[in-house]
């Protein structure tokens, strides 16, 4: 779509292929971020998939005060833009408050607001005021219909470009479920749809206070995705996700990024025939 367009550094936008948001949860370090955008983006440029790197500078919505938070904001956003630089490829990250959206637009292309900020208002403003593209992440508690008012208060501030991303909904205290209703509805508001396949997958509120996940899933749940006409798939990743820093029980092994991504590949161009 015309908004994709808006991302600095992003490639492979004629090849009729999904866009590609993918990373790690979080920056644990330079050597094995750097480690994680140069195997996607030697992917991406492989198969010719649009390609957004993601990592978190911080991570602020924890189950538990001594959860991993990060390394440093400003160590983490100066890895992000080297990454940026080094590997031209373009760079997401989310953002949590309205001062926050100045400071992470100096470093990065894309800003996220996270699932449980979508209705904070002075956070949708601050981050359309920045110019840049704005990904939404729809709530656990948010209908998709709903959706239209988060991405108005960007476009009110004079900022067209917006992503809404669906991440599921609760379903009771411990597991999310999507509702693939909802990515004809939030398509029909004339912005780019992404289904988030992992964090789709979480089991919050544990009894640990360490979220859980359904890994095994991310397959199904990328080919539903792409099925209901999805215009593109987030995926957090890592080479050892049991040795992941945060979110590492939802996240797809680096090594099986592949595959997933073919079989979506193939599937994708039987549905962009309809």
Do not use: W
Request: glycine content about 8%.
């Amino acid at each position: 779509m015309k908004i994709l367009e808006s991302i600095p550094k992003i490639k492979h936008l004629n090849s009729g292929n999904f866009l590609l948001i993918a990373g790690p949860c979080a920056v644990e370090s330079e050597q094995i971020t750097r480690k994680i955008a140069e195997y996607i983006c030697n992917l991406s440029n492989k198969h010719s998939i649009p390609f957004v790197f993601k990592a978190s500078y911080r991570k602020a919505n924890r189950s538990r005060l001594d959860s991993f938070t990060g390394i440093g904001d400003e160590k983490a956003l100066e890895i992000l833009a080297r990454i940026r630089n080094d590997f031209d490829v373009p760079v997401i990250t989310d953002i949590h408050t309205a001062e926050e959206a100045g400071i992470a637009a100096q470093y990065v292309d894309v800003l996220q607001i996270p699932a449980f900020l979508c209705r904070q208002t002075n956070l949708l403003v601050a981050a359309g005021k920045t110019g840049k593209l704005i990904s939404i992440k729809k709530g656990q508690f948010v209908a998709p219909d709903a959706m239209k008012f988060a991405a108005q208060k960007v476009i009110e501030t004079g900022n067209p470009n917006v992503i809404l991303t669906e991440r599921g909904t609760t379903f009771g205290y411990q597991d999310l479920i999507v509702d693939f209703r909802g990515i004809p509805t939030m398509k029909s508001f004339g912005y780019p749809v992404v289904v988030d396949l992992t964090h789709s997958l979480q089991q919050p509120n544990q009894a640990s206070g360490v979220t859980g996940g359904k890994p095994e899933l991310i397959d199904t749940m990328g080919r539903a995705a792409i099925a209901t006409g999805a215009d593109g798939i987030f995926i957090e990743t890592h080479p050892d996700p049991s040795k992941a820093l945060s979110d590492g029980a939802n996240m797809l092994k680096l090594n099986k990024l592949e595959n997933l991504l073919e079989r979506l590949i193939k599937l994708r161009r039987v549905v962009n025939e309809f």
